[in-house]
């Protein structure tokens, strides 16, 4: 038997899945929902969100010369889309990790993340990350120096 739409099992399917998704209740949410809300993903959403609005409307500002109350018509539209796009985005995050982790390991990272070690090293991830990123460019640079030193002939 023939679809009455070539693709309506497709589109059947991808309403099933947003209305899921709308129907979720924060009640239920899973452990990767937990471990994106304990690792703050939220505020990193609203930092960026507000950063790129920001970066957005000096854009228009300067390269299409909109007005003060285009800009604020702007950024009001700018805020809304932003604010709509934050619930897709956060799933799309405990996805990922869901991807990665059973829910039984993102619940168990949730409770470390929440926990006051957790958090300091959440705190400090960044801190650590440059630490690495400086020591491994100073290991490089002896391990130049050194291959340097074997294109000197021997005397």
Known sequence: MRSLHPNLHRIVFALCVVVAAGLQSPA????ADDL???LNYPAYYDSVASFAIDASLERL????????????????TLESDAAA???AFLASVAAAYGAKFSDAECTQLAAFYGS?????VSGSQQDMQDQVARLTREFGMQIGASAAALRQPAH
Not at 28 to 31: E, I, K, L, P, Y
Not at 61 to 76: C, F, H, I, V, Y
Not at 116 to 120: A, D, H, I, R, V
């Open 85 to 87: 796009h934050k619930k």
């Open 116 to 120: 006051p070690l957790g958090k300091k």
């Open 28 to 31: 239920f949410a899973s452990g």
């Open 61 to 76: 500002k300067t390269d299409a010369g909109l007005s003060d109350a285009q800009l604020a018509t702007a950024r009001a």
């Open 36 to 38: 994106v809300a304990a």
